[in-house]
């Protein structure tokens, strides 16, 4: 098995970064926005590895089980920029090094993947190990369904049409555990945004999620979801009520130590500055980020970006520039967010920063006192607001404001709309 995962280290080692790793460090930030570079992991992951190992010991042991398991569900959730496309690709190097029996079919899931067979057959010739491809093409001869597999023996499999999506399925099943195989192969589908996939197939006349959960498809699949906060619920229409609690990994910011490790070392090695300089600037960002990776990765993506034309060295002036574009492109993020909830109208971004600034939960009651809407008005905005990450649920039908940042913006942009509002 993978050796565990280890954090970023002590701040000591943080100065004396190896070429080889600074050189990692900074073809991650500064390329981020290449396609090829989006699913390479953070070289500078820390703070996530007991959740990260412990999803990958259960997929280890489904890979020496004999046959497909029930409960094998993973999931990562959270507020927006909490790190869960990022577990998920680090999730996949993982796997990568682990000790396996027969290397596993790692597939990443959408919607099709998850209502239709013939597109969880077709990912799985695709992204298969050789052997399991040319089983897949062998097995399709005289079939009366088409999975839309290219084959140079045909193009169908079996005899009698499945009147089901789920028959489907369990003849895929059948097909990739012939040949008098002792194992199954080990399936890991992984599923990222995860509230809008799960939505979209409980509007399908067939879903996969809970016959996998329950290991009755035949597949020997782990599955691993990454969403927002309202993702467990979504999770649970869909037929898998109850999740192992050692399965469900709610992401919240990282511990102050973690973020300032990432920072320091991410400056060290894409900087020329001394450690005071570089202590100081990581404050700054660590300030910024406030624990949320997608905010310290925004920050230092910036920082690398305005140092790498200048052979990776950067002034004060240089570093103040990079943290001006970072706010920016904050502000942008937190912008598309609010778009996502159409139902809140601008006019009710002060009304809504004062409720939300409430030291204990609000409830959609709550938000319709304060806007003065309906029950089912507050009840859909509420809905919508936590899809568009502007709530986190906290169970019991309470929620907050998950980012404090974000809250601050929403403020700071409803005191604009009233004093524009006063001089009309």
Known sequence: MRK???????????????????QAIREYFANQYDRANRRKPNPLFAGRDEELNRVLRYAVALDRAEHPEENMTALFYGAPGSGKSEMLTQLRAALRD?????????LTGRTDMLTEAAAMAKAIHRQAPPEIADRLNAMMKDTQWSLGI????????????????????????????????????????????????L???????????RHLHKAETGLKVLTVYGGLGNTPTILAKCGVTRPGQHMRFPLKRLGHD???????????????????VIAMWA??????????????????????????PNGWCLDPDGFNSAMTTAHENRRTYYEDRLDRCERLDPRQYSRWAALMRRTHPVRAHNVGAALGLSDDEANALTAEAVGAGLLEPLGGRKYATPIPSLLRHIEAEGVLIDREDDLE
């Open 258 to 276: 973690d973020a300032r490790n990432i920072a320091t070392e991410a400056l060290a090695a894409t900087t020329d500055k001394p450690g005071g």
């Open 98 to 106: 682990a000790d396996w029996t027969e290397p596993p079919v790692i």
């Open 150 to 197: 290219p084959s140079v023996i045909g193009a169908q499999w079996k005899n009698l049409t499945p009147r089901s999506e789920i028959g489907k399925l369990v003849d895929v099943a059948e097909c990739l555990t012939g040949w008098g195989r002792r194992r199954t192969p080990t399936i890991i589908l992984m599923v990222d945004e995860a509230q809008e996939e």
């Open 4 to 22: 565990a995962v280890t954090g970023s280290g002590t701040l000591a080692h943080m100065m004396d970064v190896s070429s080889e790793r600074a």
């Open 199 to 209: 939505r979209e197939a409980l509007t399908k006349p067939e879903c996969f999620v």
């Open 283 to 308: 404050g700054e960002i660590v300030e910024f980020a406030q624990g949320w990776p997608a905010h310290l990765n925004t920050a230092l993506r910036a920082v690398a970006t305005h140092a790498q």
